[in-house]
T-cell receptor, first 108, second 114 residues
């Protein structure tokens, strides 16, 4: 199983970029990295995923290092509504395995 | 329209009772899941069904029995409820049958066992 390591919490000022790091040094060559977030009392929400190229969608950008051992999720202009727990997930055994995630607090 | 809907949203019951949580998805997906989120906020997969067939059955007590009458529904029945079953249960679905990729989650069903 691809294990991931994330800081337990981070703060970000409203309107600034939020950069959330993740280490996934055990990920294998054909495993994608997935990011989800969970806003308080809601179900997890898919954000983005990538294999080795950087990815961008309407929610965020994903930067994956060349050795694929780490990645960074970037929320370019964080808003108060982005306050949530962000999960970096490396699949294992064909399943998405959620770790503890990073609790991001966006402050005014 | 809610893509993945679960009922009930809240459930409070006594130890030893039997209860069910229902899940329906209107996304046309073939694969559905049940996840459990405990008080420490860890999300753990319990079961997965692909087109009504069980494909993942994690180490879950036999008291938990999923049932999929059709590919749009995956219900979770729990017998002889215990205090440790208190948690939020999330249903999810996905289009791909590879068990990874984008999962769509319901809003969760908070079960409290007294």
């Amino acid at each position: 199983d691809a294990k991931t390591t994330q800081p337990p919490s981070m703060d970000c000022a409203e309107g600034r970029a939020a950069n959330l790091p993740c280490n996934h040094s055990t990920i294998s060559g054909n495993e994608y990295v997935y990011w989800y977030r969970q806003i308080h009392s809601q179900g997890p929400q898919y954000i983005i995923h990538g294999l080795k190229n950087n990815e961008t969608n309407e929610m965020a950008s994903l930067i994956i290092t060349e050795d694929r051992k780490s990645s960074t999720l970037i929320l370019p202009h964080a808003t108060l509504r982005d306050t949530a727990v962000y999960y970096c997930i490396g699949p294992g055994g064909g399943k998405l395995i959620f770790g503890q995630g990073t609790e991001l607090s966006v402050k005014p | 329209d809610t893509a993945v809907s679960q009922t009930p949203k809240y459930l409070v019951t006594q130890m030893g009772n039997d209860k069910s949580i229902k899940c329906e998805q209107n996304l046309g997906h073939d694969t559905m899941y049940w996840y459990k989120q405990d008080s420490k906020k860890f999300l753990k997969i319990m079961f997965s069904y692909n087109n009504k067939e069980l494909i993942i059955n994690e180490t879950v007590p036999n008291r938990f029995s999923p049932k999929s009458p059709d590919k749009a529904h995956l219900n979770l029945h729990i017998n002889s409820l215990e205090l440790g079953d208190s948690a939020v249960y999330f249903c999810a679905s996905s289009q791909v049958a590879s068990l990874t990729g984008e999962l769509f989650f319901g809003e969760g069903s908070r079960l409290t066992v007294l």
